[in-house]
């Protein structure tokens, strides 16, 4: 069963980010290491690293190292659809639900 | 942002299914009767949007229509309802105007939790991942459309 917790870094914030646009932009042509990214994006190690582990949390990017380095992909395209889906539904749901425990609080008797 | 309010637990044990589960703080007669009494429903199914409820025949074989308002656009749900236990459970057909002739089934079960709290748990059947993204589609007035268009853009292979 796959779970989705609502406090996930969730694939909409992760593409709101225009660096992390340009980050899955740039996996999509080609692999990368994450000191390549830094290099291209013209950030640090460690600002480079936040952001893959954000797309990586949302699916959108997957990592493996090899020796001292550490290979950054574009994640499998259906589970970054997926991710996506499931979190506008949860936003969907959300609003509809707290909507209706709005109106049970207002006609409590 | 989240977290500060209860959220919806979305779970996909299956594919092409979606589950819903929510905890409110009211008992299950109220839920119920949030869900079978037309004034009601107008005021909470359509998220703040404007909700006409042209049919609600909360019966077996009933017809219900919704037609939700908002700023960008109008979409019309509707569908039959296949059983109607009061106030625990009911089962219906889900049509979207947008994608006529796709059929989704709708679950909705009531739990009393026994401390005044009522579990809501929805689960939405889905034929085909074409129909569970259409499906969706009908909810998208947030302006999330452009974060969809742009993460299809960068995931093109």
Not at chain 1, 2 to 25: C, H, K, M, N, W
Not at chain 2, 85 to 104: C, I, K, L, Q
């Amino acid at each position: 069963m796959v779970q989705y917790s609502a406090d996930l870094d969730s694939a909409f914030a992760a593409v709101a980010d225009p660096t992390r646009r340009g980050i899955l932009e740039r996996l999509g042509r080609a692999d990368a290491s994450i000191t390549q990214l830094a290099h291209s994006f013209a950030m640090t190690l460690t600002g480079m690293k936040k952001h893959v582990a954000v797309l990586e949390g949302a699916r959108l990017v997957t990592t493996r190292k090899e020796g001292r380095v550490r290979t950054c992909r574009i994640g499998p395209r259906r589970l970054a659809h997926e991710a996506a889906w499931i979190e506008k539904y949860q936003q969907l749901m959300d609003d509809r639900f707290n909507r209706l425990e709005a109106l049970l609080e207002r006609t409590r008797e | 942002m989240r977290g500060t309010t209860p959220t919806t637990r979305i779970t996909t044990p299956v594919e092409r299914e979606i589950h819903a589960e929510r905890i409110v703080n009211a008992p299950r007669d109220r839920v119920w009767r949030a869900y079978a009494e037309p004034a009601l429903v107008a005021q909470w199914w359509g998220r703040g949007n404007r909700l006409d409820i042209e049919r609600h025949e909360l019966e077996r074989g009933g017809y219900w229509r919704y037609v939700e308002h908002s700023d960008h656009g109008v979409h019309g749900f509707e569908g039959r309802y296949r059983e109607v236990t009061a106030p625990e459970r009911f089962v219906r057909s889900f049509e979207w105007d947008g994608m006529p002739g796709h059929v989704a089934i709708e679950f909705v079960t009531l739990t009393d939790l026994g401390d005044g709290r009522t579990r809501i748990s929805i689960v939405m059947q889905m034929h085909t991942p074409e129909e569970r993204d259409g499906f969706l589609h009908s909810g998208m007035q947030e302006g999330l459309d452009a974060a969809f268009a742009a993460l299809d853009r960068t995931l093109e292979p």
